[in-house]
């Protein structure tokens, strides 16, 4: 098993900036992928980063790339999304995912077996 908490969402305004934080704990934090993904109101859950167990590899959706950014600190079993020049469209509930055991780096939803509580972002215009 394995257990997410993410912190760090807020009210903010367009242009503004967030750091995203998942604390992971369970199983060896290094051992798979870790995700992030959002849910906006009346949308599906979609994908937003990815990060290798390594840390080497990143993959981003097209909307978030050069704005976002994906980090791990496996001393530390936490994965953070810096998030800059934030739009209005960005706001949802932002959810942290650990890969299932096998996956050291995956950007597929299914591939995730473990999922955090979510932390609301709003982004007002």
């Known amino acids: 098993q394995v257990q997410l908490v993410e912190s760090g969402g807020g009210l903010v305004q367009a242009g503004d900036s967030l750091r995203l934080s998942c604390a992971a704990s369970?199983?060896?934090?290094?051992?798979?992928?870790m995700g992030w993904f959002r849910q906006a109101p009346g949308k599906e859950r979609e994908f937003v980063a990815a990060?290798?167990?390594?840390?080497?590899?990143?993959s981003y959706a097209d909307s978030v790339k050069v704005r976002f950014t994906v980090s791990r600190d496996n001393a530390k079993n936490t994965v953070y999304l810096q998030m800059n020049s934030l739009k209005p469209e960005d706001t949802a509930v932002y959810y942290c995912?650990?890969?299932?055991?096998?996956?050291?780096?995956?950007?597929?939803?299914?591939?995730?077996?473990?999922w955090g509580q979510g932390t609301q972002v709003t982004v007002s215009s």
């Open positions: 990060i290798s167990r390594s840390g080497s590899r990143t």
């Open positions: 995912a650990a890969s299932s055991i096998g996956y050291g780096f995956t950007t597929a939803s299914g591939n995730y077996g473990y």
């Open positions: 369970g199983r060896t934090f290094s051992s798979g992928a």
